[in-house]
Nanobody, 122 residues
Framework: EVQLVESGGGLVQAGGSLRLSCAAS????????IGWFRQAPGKEREGVSC????????YYADSVKGRFTISSDNAKNTVYLQMNSLKPEDTAVYYC???????????????WGQGTQVTVSS
């Protein structure tokens, strides 16, 4: 059974940092891309970042480029999203998702976690 479990969300002041974790199980981690997505109240879900576990290639949305860093620990089947210089507009539920193949924020991902809330106060 495929499982993706996010953790690390919380409440932080603007300018602060959080690190999200996505622990994966039930599939061959090295064959999958892991993406981070977010959804704010009343808004559509948007892609934030993704990483290809096979070669480590990454992609970032323009809104987070330079502030967020995605990384992967293949030995632990875990992907991290380091979020620095957080802004109130980063407030959302953050989801990790897994899909075979390479990293892209434009494709549908087969497997999703339950999400973790990130709230940035001004």
């Amino acid at each position: 059974e495929v499982q993706l479990v996010e953790s690390g969300g919380g409440l932080v002041q603007a300018g602060g940092s959080l690190r999200l974790s996505c622990a994966a199980s039930g599939f061959t981690f090295d064959d999958y891309a892991i993406g981070w997505f977010r959804q704010a109240p009343g808004k559509e879900r948007e892609g934030v970042s993704c990483i290809s576990s096979s070669d480590g290639s990454t992609y970032y949305a323009d809104s987070v480029k330079g502030r967020f860093t995605i990384s992967s620990d293949n030995a632990k089947n875990t992907v991290y999203l380091q979020m620095n210089s957080l802004k109130p507009e980063d407030t959302a539920v953050y989801y990790c998702a897994a899909d075979p193949g390479s990293c892209s924020l434009r494709k549908w991902y087969d497997y999703w976690g339950q999400g973790t809330q990130v709230t940035v106060s001004s």
